[in-house]
C-alpha cells in the first residue's frame, strides 16, 4: 500500500476541490504531488493524459480525482488505465472526502 502523508493528501484535496467539476489528474513522485493536464474532451466525466512526463526515478502512483456527484469508485476506463501504465492508482472521491487505492492485476480497493 502507498503511504501518503496528511500534508500531501491535503494539497490534493486543495486542488480537487478548487475545480469541482473536472477530474483532476497528476503522479506522486518523490513524496510530491506533479498535477497533470487533463486532456479529455469530456473532464467532467473521465481523464486522458496522453503522455507521463519522462523522469529520472520511477513514478510512485498516478493520481486522478472523481468530482462531485461522479461514481464513486474505479470506472472500467480507470481500471484500463492502471492495466495500460503498471502503476499503482490513487482516487481521490471528491463527494466522500476519501482516498482509495488500486493496482492492475488486483481487483480490490482499499482505503487509504
Given at each position: 500500500m502507498i503511504e501518503i502523508s496528511?500534508?500531501?493528501?491535503e494539497a490534493i484535496r486543495c486542488i480537487a476541490?478548487?475545480?469541482?467539476d473536472v477530474e483532476v489528474c497528476g503522479i506522486l513522485y518523490n513524496k510530491s504531488f506533479i498535477k497533470l493536464k487533463n486532456e479529455s474532451r469530456y473532464p467532467d466525466r473521465?481523464?486522458?493524459v496522453k503522455q507521463l512526463p519522462r523522469?529520472?526515478?520511477?513514478i510512485t502512483?498516478?493520481?486522478h480525482s472523481h468530482p462531485r456527484g461522479a461514481?464513486?469508485?474505479p470506472s472500467s476506463l480507470d481500471w484500463k488505465f492502471a492495466w495500460t501504465t503498471g502503476l499503482p492508482q490513487v482516487l481521490y472521491l471528491y463527494d466522500e472526502d476519501k482516498f482509495v487505492q488500486y493496482?492492475?492485476?488486483c481487483q480490490d480497493t482499499k482505503l487509504i
Open positions: 496528511e500534508d500531501l493528501q476541490r478548487a475545480t469541482p473521465m481523464f486522458e523522469l529520472p526515478r520511477p502512483a498516478f493520481v461514481n464513486g469508485w493496482n492492475a492485476g
